[in-house]
């Protein structure tokens, strides 16, 4: 027998003196199904459509090889009945099991009691898995209520979104509201998982896309998550969406100001970031990779990029309307304003005649005769890859 423990990225392969017995006893799948008295299997048939998966669409599931089916809706059948360990019917290899795992867990947010790690036992005979045991961060005893509480949670995000707002409008509720009420902080518990996000409210990025995938869930939309890494290292997970038949790439953890100011080199920017509301491959890809673990769909349209639908996006360089939106936005007493720019051209100029040639200087003194003092602090970050810049006034 060999057993192995993955943890996140890394396995751990412990090798046990165990084959002989396990031959004799004919421990593995189909030994398994005649102690059951069964001849096939009772998780899957070839064809099956009638599978109670919560309504969900299962990106992942659907997407993978028809060879993976018996094994995912085994595990999807044992996980979401709390089997924490079990002997497995499904004859695969340890390959084969770890991509259905992870394809599980990705498609399902509320197996909430789940962990990064698990380990399975393989004969090491035939190669395939015979058992396997999950890492658990929650008590069998507390899962109950803690579903419940993930539940009432999702449910008032949700009643507190006015019903008349459009898909993209609900999905955008979803997006600020994690954001506003979830702190980035790496170490805390359970935050890989939707409750650090949902109910702790203190998470790194797999807790923020289960969460937004959790919720969305429940509203019926399509909603999958996607591992992958960012270019300048480290691991991430985010999201993709699908509105009237497009689908769009959701980062509610590069959303976070506080998250943002750590990437940018702390500009004390605190704005909420909607580039990553809703964006294409090309803007994405520029600093995210994902893994290729599971083709993802095309995210080309940009029907719904922020900027565009709220008057913020200059394809071109227009010196009188980047003028005349600065100072409506002092005029207005806002904040702060937020430009994009539809090339690196257009952007490179804006950054020039903003800040080198200070056209900011009329903003400043306005607001310096409104508030009745001699100077002002202006603070701004930019962004080179989407082409964004952001000025705090205040």
């Known amino acids: 027998m060999r057993i192995i423990r993955k943890t996140g990225r890394g396995i751990l392969l412990i ?23 069964l001849s096939e299997s009772p998780f899957y048939q070839d064809g099956d459509t009638e599978w ?24 999807y059948s044992r996980l979401s ?22 394809a599980v867990l990705a498609d399902h947010p509320e197996l909430f009691w789940i962990g990064s790690s698990a380990q399975v036992a393989s004969n090491m005979l ?32 949700i ?44 998470s790194v990025c797999a807790g923020y896309a289960k969460a937004f995938q959790y919720i969305l869930h429940r509203m019926g939309f399509f909603c999958s998550y996607v591992t992958g890494s960012i270019r300048d290292g480290g691991d991430h997970a985010w999201n993709i969406v699908r509105i009237d038949g497009i689908y769009y790439h959701v980062d509610v953890t590069w959303g976070d100001p506080v998250f943002a100011d750590t990437q940018d080199g702390g500009t004390g920017i605190s704005v ?34 922020f900027y565009k639908l709220n008057g913020m996006y200059y394809e071109t360089w227009d010196y009188q309307a980047v003028y005349d939106a600065l100072m409506n936005s002092v005029y207005e007493d806002r904040d702060y304003i937020v430009m994009k ?3 690196a051209e257009a952007y490179n100029t ?44 205040k």
Not at 55 to 75: A, H, K, T
Not at 81 to 102: C, G, I, P, Q, T
Not at 127 to 148: C, L
């Open 81 to 102: 009945n709390r089997e924490d360990s079990a002997e497995l019917y499904a004859r695969v290899s340890v390959d084969d099991f770890w991509k259905a795992y992870y």
């Open 341 to 343: 720019f539809g090339s």
């Open 159 to 202: 009643a507190g979104i006015d019903p008349s707002f459009s898909d993209y409008g609900k999905i955008k509720a979803v997006y600020e509201y994690l954001i506003n009420t979830t702190d980035y902080q790496a170490g805390e518990a359970d935050s890989q998982c939707v409750q650090s996000a949902l109910l702790s409210h203190a």
């Open 272 to 305: 909420m970031n909607y580039n990553y509301l809703c964006c294409t491959d090309r803007d994405i890809l520029t600093t995210h990779v994902p893994d290729e673990t599971i083709a993802l769909p095309a995210c080309t349209e940009d029907y719904y990029n």
């Open 52 to 75: 109670d998966h919560g309504g969900i669409e299962e990106y992942y599931f659907n997407n993978l090889p028809s060879s993976y089916n018996e094994i995912y809706r085994e595990l």
């Open 350 to 393: 804006a950054l020039i005649e903003l800040f080198d040639n200070n056209m900011i200087n009329d903003a400043d003194q306005y607001l310096m005769g409104a508030y009745g003092v001699s100077s002002w602090n202006v603070r701004y970050a930019t962004d080179d890859s989407f082409h964004v810049i952001t000025i705090q006034w």
């Open 15 to 37: 090798l046990l003196c165990a084959l002989a017995v396990l031959i004799l006893s004919g421990c593995g799948g189909k030994a398994f199904a005649i102690r059951m008295g």
């Open 126 to 157: 035939t190669g395939h898995v015979m058992s396997y045991e999950v890492e658990s961060t929650v008590d069998p005893e507390q899962r109950d209520s803690i579903k419940q509480e993930l539940e009432d949670a999702a449910d008032r995000v």
